[in-house]
């Protein structure tokens, strides 16, 4: 029996496909098995590796099976020769993908930083932090940190292949956090018509860099990964970042007037960030504190 692995299949030019077809449709009868592997997150609709694997399947010479996120604990057993704080924030921030998890440990180890835990909510976004860590040490955290570089690369040849448009698009909704609603977006993006920015979120959409849920006026979009919102939101300039965190502050408001008190902590977070004025700031993080209280009566 022989196995063959190949890898990264994502990457394979016209010639190498059809080569790969001609061998898959000729060792059916061979005690050869071909493993392939690919991102599908990487191949864009018309991408020639999808139409292949289309036909191989009708065909039945193939069958796929779809690789998903490692979980908590397999995350924590890949980093475990690590400090259990720093393993914490590994999980936290790597959801579920391994490479991501060994380039944050490999930092750690070789420089004694590592990236703090990243506050990724559906109304606020802190950007992670780089920091020393010991054994037992609470994370301190060093200012103008950036994500390792290898991480960066593969956000960066990601984010690539959008335009420009969708990318300024998706720094604006960064600041939102992991999740935002489209209500919210369309206020903070108040430049572009309606319809653009449904455009540009369709872009991202099939590029696999956001996913959505819900329909009509309650429609949420998700990021792929939470390091691609710390990505996005570290390139954003400070004067951009303050402008943003000033206009998401302003769609929440007018999103959920009449009920600000649910959201007043993210208010509170995003006129902060945006350097309100102190007396607004003090009086939603007062709501926020209230509705706070009022929670835990239930509990």
């Known amino acids: 029996p022989l196995l063959l692995v190949l890898d990264d299949l994502h990457w394979t030019d016209s010639s190498s496909r059809e080569l790969l077809a001609y061998i898959t449709r000729h060792i059916q009868d061979e005690r050869i098995v071909l493993l392939g592997t690919c991102r599908d997150v990487e191949l864009a609709p018309s991408h020639g590796l999808r139409t292949l694997i ?11 099976v779809a690789v998903q996120p490692l979980t908590l604990s397999q995350i924590g057993t890949l980093v475990a020769h690590l400090p259990q704080n720093i393993v914490h924030s590994i999980q936290s921030q790597a959801a579920g993908n391994p490479f991501f998890a060994e380039e944050l440990a490999r930092v750690s180890e070789s420089a004694q930083i590592m ?7 559906n109304h606020g976004i802190s950007s992670p932090a780089i920091g020393r860590a010991d054994e037992g040490d609470t994370l301190r955290v060093s200012p103008n940190s950036t994500l390792p570089e290898g991480i960066a690369a593969v956000l960066e040849r990601r984010l690539g292949r959008l335009s420009s448009e969708c990318q300024v698009l998706l720094g604006k909704a960064a600041v939102l956090g992991g999740s935002f609603e489209f209500g919210q977006l369309l206020l903070m993006a108040n430049e572009h018509q309606e319809d653009a920015i449904l455009d540009l979120l369709e872009e991202a ?33 400070a004067a951009r970042c303050a402008q943003l965190h000033r206009r998401a502050a302003s769609a929440l408001l007018q999103v959920h007037h009449g ?3 649910a959201i007043a902590a993210a208010i509170t977070h995003h006129l902060s960030k945006g350097g309100a004025e102190p007396d607004q700031i003090a009086h939603y993080a007062e709501l926020a ?5 009022s929670l835990s009566a239930f509990v």
């Open 54 to 64: 289309a036909d191989l399947r009708r065909e039945q010479a193939i069958v796929t």
């Open 115 to 121: 990236p703090s835990h990243a506050e990724f909510h």
């Open 289 to 293: 504190g209230n509705q706070a209280y």
């Open 259 to 261: 009920h600000e008190g």
């Open 205 to 237: 959409l099939r590029a696999g860099l956001l996913t959505e849920e819900g329909a009509g006026s309650c429609i949420t979009y998700h990021f792929w990964h939470p390091l691609i919102v710390s990505h996005l939101y570290e390139h954003l300039s």
